[in-house]
């Protein structure tokens, strides 16, 4: 059974980094041919994808967010990490990690999810 967990501050100021891991276990993040997607969701609001680190290592973002998003990976412990930087109180949102098959918003391809992770910006 695949397993992805979601983890870090649930608070983080305005102009600060957000940094997130998702923990994965059941699978390897290496596995042929899957991506590890970051995707989000603000209150009242439809689901975003942030962008992906494939099994390869290479990286994926969406144009809207490119400019402020880093994934990278960590292959000894399983784990994706996100960072978005200079947040503002619109990137309040639940954060998910989430496996599939291909780039982008094909969000019912995505196989597994974890639960999610609030992180509220804000002073």
């Known amino acids: 059974q695949v397993q992805l967990q979601e983890s870090g501050p649930g608070l983080v100021a305005p102009s600060q980094t957000l940094s997130l891991t998702c923990t994965v276990s059941?699978?390897?993040?290496?596995?042929?041919?899957?991506?590890w997607s970051w995707i989000r969701q603000p209150p009242g609001k439809g689901l975003e994808w942030m962008g992906a680190i494939a099994y390869s290592g290479s990286t994926y973002y969406s144009p809207s967010l490119k400019s402020r998003t880093s994934i990278s990976r960590d292959t000894s412990k399983n784990q994706c990490t996100l960072q978005l930087t200079s947040v503002t109180p619109e990137d309040t949102a639940v954060y998910y990690c989430?496996?599939?098959?291909?780039?982008?918003?094909?969000?019912?391809?995505?196989?597994?999810w974890g639960k999610g992770t609030l992180v509220t910006v804000s002073s």
């Open positions: 989430a496996r599939g098959l291909r780039v982008g918003r094909d969000y019912d391809g995505m196989d597994y």
């Open positions: 059941g699978d390897s993040i290496t596995t042929n041919f899957y991506y």
